[in-house]
């Protein structure tokens, strides 16, 4: 042998060797089908069925016809059992299986109820257009419970409303004077307004910063000496709803200023006719209670939605206080307009407190959702958008409380505005609906197409 001219055997292609171990694999499996068949086929076809009584062999099989008869017309009356590897099903066999299969999958479900839309309401509205933009919007969103309101700032007439529990679209606004809704960071307000009246602080003011902006411990309200930590803008803590800076300034100013600034924005107060319901605050002299209370970390504090409308239209026209009205509203809105001994604020209060919520929108927890992602271009530039968000836990009804109160106002004509207010409860267990942002960035759009003027006009 001429071991220098020797070569090794060239190994088949990776997929060529697969393909023929597949092969051999499927021809054993094969043979042990048809063995098992064989041995077992024999077994079975060994058995003889069991001999009935001779007596009843007859009416038995009688019977027997007449039902196959009337149950199936069409069967053969009698079948050739089938032997072999893969012996066929009937047809009955495969029908239960298939039914089988089927309603395991898919249980036979009764389709739900159409809803039947009443728009009574909503024809009875101010701007019934704008209307039934909310009634849409709650229809589509499915929140658990809301409330959505929109009032013209001028005559401060509710001009659109909306309200949604027990699954349905309520014909009647019932939350509208329900006064044991948590008031969450919209307090806020009352602790920059506090701090402005006093003359001690400005939008400006550097607020120590510990900590994270949605906690509230203890230990974020200790200040050491030559404190050399991060510092925030007061205009900032209100427009990020930073909890730990709103409590310092408000243990700072005092539960007097606040409780004062609280009254000029309707707190604590028996209004006319009960509409709407006392809102609650009573912040304590001292302790972490007052930082609770100026955060609005607690929820004693609790706010209607109807004074919350008041209470930007307030800051928007820098007026005194002013309930909402409605001529076709009897029970849950003054039926005209109403003079509250409330005091105001300030010019320069009134000037903080916008310019505040405008930064909410520019820089603040509104920012996302109060922009082109959910406005036209040109309608968010025209606008000048301002309000506050606030979330907090409550109980009557209970889950996730969200609010939104703001306006959107006309930068070249600013008597065309108006005032929105929206509260909404999430299931703390189930899907939350589109942000009380989202809805409002929706609605402030939808207005200014209705409104704004056009260009060439």
């Not at 609770?292 to 026209?317: H, K, N």
């Not at 307009?337 to 927890?365: C, H, P, Q, W």
């Not at 968000?389 to 996730?400: A, E, F, N, Q």
């Amino acid at each position: 042998m001429d071991f220098n001219n020797y070569q090794p055997r060239k190994r088949l292609p990776y997929a060529v060797r697969i393909r023929n171990r597949i092969i051999v694999f499927a021809v054993f499996m094969g043979i042990c089908a048809l063995m098992g068949t064989c041995i077992f086929g024999e077994n079975e076809s060994a058995k003889a069925p069991p001999k009935e009584d001779s007596s009843t062999e007859a009416v038995d099989s009688t019977a027997a016809k007449a039902s196959t008869m009337q149950a199936e017309p069409f069967a053969p009356e009698t079948e050739t059992p089938q032997t072999g590897m893969f012996p066929k099903a009937d047809s009955e066999d495969i029908a239960n299986m298939q039914a089988s299969v089927a309603a395991a999958v898919a249980p036979a479900e009764v389709p739900p109820e159409a809803e039947v839309i009443d728009s009574t309401h909503i024809k009875a509205q101010t701007d019934m257009f704008l209307a039934e933009k909310i009634d849409n919007l709650l229809r589509r969103f499915r929140p658990e419970h809301a409330v959505i309101l929109m009032v013209d700032p001028k005559s401060n007439e509710i001009i659109a409303w909306g309200e949604r529990r027990d699954n349905h679209v309520q014909e009647k606004p019932d939350y509208f004077i329900k006064n044991t809704f948590p008031a969450a960071s919209l307090a806020k307000t009352i602790t920059i307004a506090a701090a402005m009246e006093s003359n001690r602080y400005s939008l400006t003011s550097e607020i120590p910063m510990i900590g994270a902006s949605h906690t509230l411990y203890k230990n974020q309200l200790r200040i050491r000496e030559n404190f050399k930590g991060p510092f925030i803008q007061m205009q900032d803590a209100y427009a990020k709803s930073s909890n730990p800076p709103l409590a310092i300034i408000g243990m700072n100013v005092g539960a007097d200023r606040l409780k004062s600034a609280a009254k000029k924005l309707g707190y604590n107060m028996n209004f006319p006719g009960g509409l709407p319901g006392r809102s609650t605050y009573a912040p304590p002299d001292t302790g972490y209670g007052l930082a609770e209370a100026s955060c609005g970390f607690t929820e004693a504090t609790t706010l209607s939605p109807l004074l919350a409308a008041a209470q930007v239209r307030a800051i928007l026209t820098k007026k005194p206080l002013e309930i909402p009205w409605a001529t076709n509203l009897e029970g849950y809105a003054p039926k005209s307009r109403i003079a509250l001994d409330v005091g105001k604020f300030s010019d320069n209060t009134y000037y903080g407190l916008r310019e505040a919520m405008i930064r909410s929108v520019t820089n603040g927890t509104a920012r996302k959702n109060i922009s082109t992602k959910h406005m036209a271009r040109k309608n968010y530039e025209a606008l000048a958008i301002g309000g506050k968000t606030g979330s907090l836990d409550g109980h009557d009804p209970y889950g996730r409380y969200e609010w939104f109160m703001g306006f959107a106002q006309s930068k070249a004509d600013p008597n065309l505005a108006v005032v929105l207010v929206i509260m909404q409860v999430h299931d703390l267990q189930g899907m939350r609906s589109q942000p009380a942002t989202q809805v409002a960035g929706m609605l402030f759009n939808y207005w200014a197409h209705q409104n704004l003027p056009k260009k060439g006009k």
